[in-house]
């Protein structure tokens, strides 16, 4: 099915394989992003698609020129990607499809670059988190950028990263951002040492607790 602007696959097309990536990537972001608004859903999982490809250059790079000129592409490409979209990149098409803002996404890989440049890993999920209220169509609340940092820094820890995760005194948020703040919530569970995997019944439970009572 396509939407008759330059070829780029409808909608529910490309979400749906979207949706199928981000849940078989981070099954914490697909389950928080289920709590979302409808509407909302396909801004957030081509959102979390963009932010997990960036991450994973991150991650996965052993010469950080490369990485740089990797994530510079992801950067530049979601400049053009509804006018000429780019074969083989359903992340770039659902981008394109969700109508996301391309200068939200560029601040969010040039956070990825600074990350690979030697900054905190925390100012990547700031800027996560500043994306998704955006997305989510929330003001920014007070302490939204720390609870990304945290989640961020968390989520590193996770992955073997020997660092200290100093955790922040206890949250609130606004309903409109905790399909994305919930994933501070989870974090919690992972600065404690929790082995468990992403998903699992209790990052769930802990999930839904927040989403009922913003308390991170």
Known sequence: MRDGIG?????AET???TEAFVRAEDRDRYVATLFAPPAARPRLFALHAFDL???DVVRTTTEPQIGMIRLAWWRDSVEGAREKPVAGQPVLAAVAAAALDPVQLAALA???MDVLDGAEIGESGAQLFRCAATFLGAEEPMGL???GRFWAMASARRRG???AVPEP????????????TALAAVARRDAAGKREPRGAAGRQFAILRHVLTGKA
């Open 53 to 55: 490809s960036l991450a």
């Open 161 to 163: 990263a020997e660092m």
């Open 15 to 17: 979400i749906s394989e």
């Open 7 to 11: 070829g780029i696959p409808g909608v």
């Open 110 to 112: 040039e956070a990825h």
């Open 169 to 180: 005194g206890r949250m609130r948020f606004p309903p409109a951002v905790r399909p994305v």
């Open 145 to 147: 950028a720390d609870a």
